[in-house]
């Protein structure tokens, strides 16, 4: 792998890093805490929806993106030809 490579591999990881962890900040904190009254109007199996994100949600969407972070990864990989 030539350095211009591990470079752009490097980056292409942090990105994405940086992209995953935004949304899982968005979900968690603003859907979670700053957005729960106007979700609590709406129910979810039983339960304010709003209180459903800060309970359940995020957790959710956190396995989600770790299977989506693992997918994107096997792509750059195979993208820069790194062996594992």
């Known amino acids: 792998m030539t350095p211009e490579n591990r470079k752009a591999y490097w980056r292409s990881n942090v990105l994405l890093l940086v992209v995953l962890l935004i949304i899982w900040f968005a979900v968690s904190y603003g859907l979670g805490i700053i957005l729960v009254e106007p979700m609590n109007s709406i129910m979810l199996g039983g339960y304010p929806l709003g209180f459903w994100f800060a309970q359940q949600g ?14 994107m990864m096997n792509r750059l990989d195979k993208k820069y030809d790194v062996d594992e």
């Open 58 to 71: 995020s957790i959710y969407v956190f396995l989600v993106l770790i299977f989506v972070y693992a997918a």
